[in-house]
């Protein structure tokens, strides 16, 4: 093992990656800080230019890092649209973002975790245990990372490794305030259908974003993932995130009965 533990976190430009990468810096970790654009990487971290898409970036970024004490598989999009008009390849580009691109990481850097018996933490949400209308493309992939943590989990164990899955609610970062297709963009009949609940939604979630919790708390539970004797197998991050993870314990119609009250008012 390096002197210094080594953890590479992706994408580290901005919101829970940035944070991340910022706080274990400050904490004495060798920080490899991937992002997509050269000179986005936090100071006093070690720049790794790569996406997540592409396998041969991943593998060359690879080669130049031979030790590595902890993965933050954290790099990821949001698609939001409702499923009836949602193209199939923005549903494939969602997956491939969130979910493959996380896998590809995680196979080209696992030979240097199994040496070190390293830690892996991969960037959930509740949305991989609360599915939202209109949120139906970003929740399939956090919903499909849960099953990658469960796997994972188990698979891993053998050499040593613990894996843990961080599951934040309403975060401060930039992922919902990246451009996003609306429902005027799609066919006529979509803004027809869907339009009225569409923009109720919007409005919600602009309300809650003013209370949005410090994408610094996500990291901290991500460090204690890396740092404790016991790490938890999940970590739920904030307020909503613990609500709406006791929401879905209800049955399924009266959890549904309650969300279309709270989003809509009906």
């Given at each position: 093992?390096?002197?210094?533990?080594?953890?590479?976190?992706?994408?580290?430009?901005?919101?829970?990656?940035?944070?991340?990468?910022?706080?274990?810096?400050?904490?004495?970790?060798?920080?490899?800080?991937?992002?997509?654009?050269?000179?986005?990487?936090?100071?006093?971290?070690?720049?790794?230019?790569?996406?997540?898409?592409?396998?041969?970036?991943?593998?060359?970024?690879?080669?130049?890092?031979?030790?590595?004490?902890?993965?933050?598989?954290?790099?990821?999009?949001?698609?939001?649209?409702?499923?009836?008009?949602?193209?199939?390849?923005?549903?494939?580009?969602?997956?491939?973002?969130?979910?493959?691109?996380?896998?590809?990481?995680?196979?080209?850097?696992?030979?240097?975790?199994?040496?070190?018996?390293?830690?892996?933490?991969?960037?959930?949400?509740?949305?991989?245990?609360?599915?939202?209308?209109?949120?139906?493309?970003?929740?399939?992939?956090?919903?499909?990372?849960?099953?990658?943590?469960?796997?994972?989990?188990?698979?891993?164990?053998?050499?040593?490794?613990?894996?843990?899955?961080?599951?934040?609610?309403?975060?401060?970062?930039?992922?919902?305030?990246?451009?996003?297709?609306?429902?005027?963009?799609?066919?006529?009949?979509?803004?027809?259908?869907?339009?009225?609940?569409?923009?109720?939604?919007?409005?919600?979630?602009?309300?809650?974003?003013?209370?949005?919790?410090?994408?610094?708390?996500?990291?901290?539970?991500?460090?204690?993932?890396l740092t404790s004797t016991k790490p938890k197998t999940r970590y739920l991050v904030g307020?909503?995130?613990?609500?709406?993870?006791?929401?879905?314990?209800?049955?399924?119609?009266?959890?549904?009965?309650?969300?279309?009250?709270?989003?809509?008012?009906?």
């Amino acid at each position: 093992m390096a002197i210094r533990p080594r953890v590479l976190v992706t994408g580290a430009s901005t919101g829970i990656g940035r944070a991340t990468a910022e706080l274990l810096r400050d904490r004495g970790w060798e920080v490899f800080a991937s992002v997509r654009q050269a000179g986005e990487a936090p100071d006093g971290t070690i720049e790794v230019v790569f996406d997540v898409t592409d396998a041969e970036g991943i593998r060359h970024a690879a080669g130049r890092i031979d030790e590595l004490d902890a993965l933050v598989d954290n790099a990821g999009i949001a698609i939001a649209a409702p499923l009836e008009f949602l193209p199939p390849d923005e549903l494939t580009r969602q997956l491939d973002v969130n979910v493959v691109g996380q896998l590809r990481v995680l196979q080209a850097f696992l030979p240097a975790l199994r040496r070190s018996r390293g830690r892996v933490v991969l960037m959930g949400s509740i949305g991989g245990k609360s599915a939202l209308p209109f949120m139906g493309p970003y929740a399939m992939s956090k919903f499909a990372l849960e099953a990658m943590a469960d796997a994972l989990r188990m698979e891993l164990a053998p050499f040593g490794m613990h894996v843990s899955i961080v599951q934040p609610g309403t975060i401060a970062t930039p992922i919902w305030t990246k451009p996003q297709r609306t429902v005027d963009e799609f066919p006529p009949e979509a803004a027809e259908l869907y339009g009225e609940r569409v923009e109720k939604f919007r409005r919600l979630a602009a309300e809650r974003a003013g209370n949005a919790v410090p994408a610094l708390e996500v990291a901290k539970a991500v460090e204690h993932a890396l740092t404790s004797t016991k790490p938890k197998t999940r970590y739920l991050v904030g307020p909503d995130a613990k609500r709406r993870a006791r929401v879905e314990r209800l049955p399924d119609r009266l959890r549904d009965k309650l969300l279309t009250r709270f989003l809509f008012g009906s």
